[in-house]
Nanobody, 124 residues
Framework: QVQLVESGGGLVQTGGSLRLSCAASGLPFSVSAMAWFRQAPGKQRDFVVGISRGGSSTSYRDSVKDRFTISRDNAKNTVYLQMSSLEPEDTAVYYC?????????????????WGQGTQVTVSS
């Protein structure tokens, strides 16, 4: 059974930082593209950033470039999202997603496996 468990969310002031983690089990992590999505209240779930299975390729949404950094540790089956210079507009539930793939690309067309999400709230 595949499990993706996010952690690290919380309440932070504008300009602050948080580091999210996603621990994966039950899937071939080292050959899985990973990604972070987010969903704000009343809005659709949006792609934030993705990383290829080998970690060499990443893809960011424009609004988080230069502020967020994705990384992965294949030995620990964990993907991270370092978020800095946080803004109230970053407030959302952040979801980890995974897609086993033979390709080393930063973003997949779909992600099969999802975590339960972790809340990030940025106060103004």
């Amino acid at each position: 059974q595949v499990q993706l468990v996010e952690s690290g969310g919380g309440l932070v002031q504008t300009g602050g930082s948080l580091r999210l983690s996603c621990a994966a089990s039950g899937l071939p992590f080292s050959v899985s593209a990973m990604a972070w999505f987010r969903q704000a209240p009343g809005k659709q779930r949006d792609f934030v950033v993705g990383i290829s299975r080998g970690g060499s390729s990443t893809s960011y949404r424009d609004s988080v470039k230069d502020r967020f950094t994705i990384s992965r540790d294949n030995a620990k089956n964990t993907v991270y999202l370092q978020m800095s210079s946080l803004e109230p507009e970053d407030t959302a539930v952040y979801y980890c997603a995974a897609e086993p793939t033979p390709w080393d690309t930063g973003r997949e067309k779909k992600y099969t496996y999802w975590g339960q999400g972790t809340q990030v709230t940025v106060s103004s």
